[in-house]
T-cell receptor
Framework: ETGVTQSPTHLIKTRGQQVTLRCSSQSGHNTVSWYQQALGQGPQFIFQYYREEENGRGNFPPRFSGLQFPNYSSELNVNALELDDSALYLC???????????FGEGSRLTVL | GESVGLHLPTLSVQEGDNSIINCAYSNSASDYFIWYKQESGKGPQFIIDIRSNMDKRQGQRVTVLLNKTVKHLSLQIAATQPGDSAVYFCAENINDYKLSFGAGTTVTVRA
C-alpha cells in the first residue's frame, strides 16, 4: 500500500471532451506530481504541485492543468481531449522527509 | 527527448539466477537515481535509489551500481523469483524530485 489512491480506475472519453482525474494522498505528502504513461513507455512528468501551487511542468500543453487541495487531494484536468491523450495517468505523493515518491495505481484513459 | 534509457527492452531469466538490468543516462549533472518496478495494472513501486556521491548501494536481494564515468546505472537482482516478473524502470531526478524515466525493461522469470 502506497497511501495514494486514484479515481476513476478506467474511463472512456471522445475527442474534444474534458476529463478530471482525482488523487488522494496521505498526510505528509505536501508535494504531488502527475505523470502520463503511454502504453509500452515510461512515465512522463506532467507537473508538480507544492502547497497548492504549480511547482514545475513538463512538456505538456496548457490544456493539461491541475489543482491541489489542503486535504492532500489533487486533480488533473485535461481539456479538448485528443486521441494521443490515451494513457495511464499516475499520481505520486512525495514524502516530505525523504523525497520518496509513492505512486497510485493510475487512471487509464481511453480517448475514442 | 528522454535523458534516461535502458539497454534492452526485455530480459528472460531462469528462476534462481541473478538478473542484471542496465540503464544509460545522458545528463552528467544528475545527482539522484531511482529504480522502480511496475507490475501489470499497478503503479511504479520504489525498489532502491542511489545518489551520485555513491557507486554502489545494496538492499534486500537488490544492488544498484552507478558508474558516473560512462553514465551507466544497473540493477542486480539476486536469486530471481517469479514475483520479480515485471517492468523495471530507471529514473533520473531532474530537480526537486521531478523524474525522467526510461522506457523500461520487461523481466520474465522462467520456472
Amino acid at each position: 500500500e502506497t497511501g495514494v489512491t486514484q479515481s476513476p480506475t478506467h474511463l472512456i472519453k471522445t475527442r474534444g471532451q474534458q476529463v478530471t482525474l482525482r488523487c488522494s494522498s496521505q498526510s505528509g505528502h505536501n508535494t504531488v506530481s502527475w505523470y502520463q504513461q503511454a502504453l509500452g513507455q515510461g512515465p512522463q512528468f506532467i507537473f508538480q504541485y507544492y502547497r497548492e501551487e504549480e511547482n514545475g511542468r513538463g512538456n505538456f500543453p496548457p490544456r493539461f492543468s491541475g489543482l491541489q487541495f489542503p486535504n492532500y487531494s489533487s486533480e488533473l484536468n485535461v481539456n479538448a481531449l485528443e486521441l494521443d491523450d490515451s494513457a495511464l495517468y499516475l499520481c505520486a505523493g512525495q514524502e516530505a522527509g525523504t523525497g520518496e515518491l509513492f505512486f497510485g495505481e493510475g487512471s487509464r484513459l481511453t480517448v475514442l | 527527448g528522454e535523458s534516461v534509457g535502458l539497454h534492452l527492452p526485455t530480459l528472460s531469466v531462469q528462476e534462481g539466477d541473478n538478473s542484471i538490468i542496465n540503464c544509460a543516462y545522458s545528463n552528467s549533472a544528475s545527482d539522484y537515481f531511482i529504480w522502480y518496478k511496475q507490475e501489470s495494472g499497478k503503479g511504479p513501486q520504489f525498489i532502491i535509489d542511489i545518489r551520485s556521491n555513491m557507486d554502489k548501494r545494496q538492499g534486500q536481494r537488490v544492488t544498484v551500481l552507478l558508474n558516473k564515468t560512462v553514465k551507466h546505472l544497473s540493477l542486480q537482482i539476486a536469486a530471481t523469483q517469479p514475483g520479480d516478473s515485471a517492468v523495471y524502470f530507471c529514473a533520473e531526478n531532474i530537480n526537486d524530485y521531478k523524474l525522467s524515466f526510461g522506457a523500461g525493461t520487461t523481466v520474465t522469470v522462467r520456472a
